[in-house]
């Protein structure tokens, strides 16, 4: 079990056929493709980047596996500006940078946080929140030491903050949070 494993069962038992997801960092496209699959030809995807070989590798894993999503180049902070209020199922964020890109290019807390809260009005009630947070290496630390006081702030009445724990794991290992709209 690990932080992807769990991530895609949750999402797995979140989204039906018709649904509409978001991927907040699409990265090299696998969390796009997957959501794509889960929400079948009449769901709708979006998904952010802020890097052009990110929006490039989504596009073409999509395209060789025959699915679809709106790959936008913009920020996760901008979602707003492509989703209403209260429609989507499940948002997906992995944060951290992109896999065989630029290091230097990755998620940062300032940005994070505004995406997270965008998301959380864009999701339904009942609909699921996954961020998987990234620290140690390149990145550091700032982004989760911001990201999760600010989660432990959300008003109880409205979220369910679930934040898994690698108690023996050593070396700062990628970990999820599941955010429940009620
Ligand atoms: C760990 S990767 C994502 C992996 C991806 N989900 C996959 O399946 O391959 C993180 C991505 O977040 C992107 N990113 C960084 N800041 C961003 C922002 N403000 N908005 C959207 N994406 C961002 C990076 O460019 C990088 O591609």
């Given at each position: 079990?690990?932080?992807?494993?769990?991530?895609?069962?949750?999402?797995?038992?979140?989204?039906?056929?018709?649904?509409?997801?978001?991927?907040?960092?699409?990265?090299r496209?696998y969390?796009?493709?997957?959501?794509?699959?889960?929400?079948?030809?009449?769901?709708?995807?979006?998904?952010?980047?802020?890097?052009?070989?990110?929006?490039?590798?989504?596009?073409?894993?999509?395209?060789?596996?025959?699915?679809?999503?709106?790959?936008?180049?913009?920020?996760?902070?901008?979602?707003?500006?492509?989703?209403?209020?209260?429609?989507?199922?499940?948002?997906?964020?992995?944060?951290?940078?992109?896999?065989?890109?630029?290091?230097?290019?990755?998620?940062?807390?300032?940005?994070?946080?505004?995406?997270?809260?965008?998301?959380?009005?864009?999701?339904?009630?009942?609909?699921l929140?996954?961020?998987?947070?990234?620290?140690?290496?390149?990145?550091?630390?700032?982004?989760r030491?911001?990201?999760?006081?600010?989660?432990?702030?959300?008003?109880?009445?409205?979220?369910?903050?679930?934040?898994v724990?690698?108690?023996?794991?050593?070396k700062?290992?990628?970990?999820?949070?599941?955010?429940?709209?009620?």
């Amino acid at each position: 079990m690990n932080a992807l494993d769990m991530v895609r069962r949750a999402v797995s038992e979140q989204l039906s056929p018709g649904d509409f997801a978001i991927d907040a960092t699409a990265g090299r496209g696998y969390d796009t493709a997957f959501l794509a699959r889960a929400v079948g030809k009449t769901g709708r995807v979006l998904a952010f980047d802020i890097q052009p070989d990110a929006v490039n590798s989504t596009r073409e894993l999509l395209a060789a596996e025959g699915l679809n999503a709106e790959v936008v180049l913009a920020s996760h902070a901008d979602m707003s500006l492509y989703a209403n209020p209260e429609t989507a199922s499940c948002i997906l964020f992995n944060l951290g940078y992109l896999p065989g890109g630029d290091h230097s290019v990755f998620t940062h807390a300032d940005s994070t946080i505004a995406a997270v809260t965008s998301g959380l009005d864009i999701l339904k009630r009942g609909g699921l929140m996954c961020i998987t947070v990234y620290s140690g290496g390149a990145n550091g630390y700032d982004e989760r030491d911001a990201l999760l006081p600010f989660l432990a702030s959300l008003d109880d009445g409205k979220y369910q903050v679930v934040k898994v724990s690698f108690h023996n794991w050593k070396k700062d290992p990628p970990f999820p949070i599941f955010i429940r709209k009620l």
